[in-house]
């Protein structure tokens, strides 16, 4: 069982910057799986937006992330992070992590096992 946490959300002001972590909580083989940010706006449905494999060696951006989003990882400490730069209005939604026990990641949904409980980023001046 691997339980998940995000944080870093809150506040920010456009043109902002934000870095989210995904760290686990508890579970075992941490670098064992890929994991995936997705995000979820009110009223819109959960989004794929990047991925990290278990060792950090392949990574896949959904097109509305590149540019401006950055994914790693620092399996020393379970933890997987998202840089936002640039925030815009469109970035404030539920920010998640999932984990999936793939070697290569994906931005499909379905097939993570895994989820946090979410972190909200809000963005306003």
């Known amino acids: 069982q691997l339980q998940l946490v995000e944080s870093g959300g809150g506040l920010v002001r456009p043109g902002g910057f934000l870095r989210l972590s995904c760290t686990a909580a508890?579970?075992?083989?941490?670098?064992?799986?890929?994991i995936g940010w997705f995000r979820q706006a009110p009223g819109k449905e959960r989004e794929g937006l990047v991925c990290i494999n278990g060792r950090g060696r392949t990574t896949d951006y959904a097109d509305s992330a590149l540019g401006r989003f950055t994914i790693s990882r620092d399996n020393a400490r379970n933890t997987v992070y998202l840089q936002i730069n640039t925030v815009g209005p469109e970035d404030a939604a539920i920010y998640y992590c999932g984990a999936e026990a793939n070697y290569y990641c994906s931005l499909d949904a379905g097939r993570y096992e895994y989820w946090g409980q979410g972190t909200q980023v809000t963005v306003s001046s």
């Open positions: 508890s579970g075992f083989g941490f670098d064992t799986y890929s």
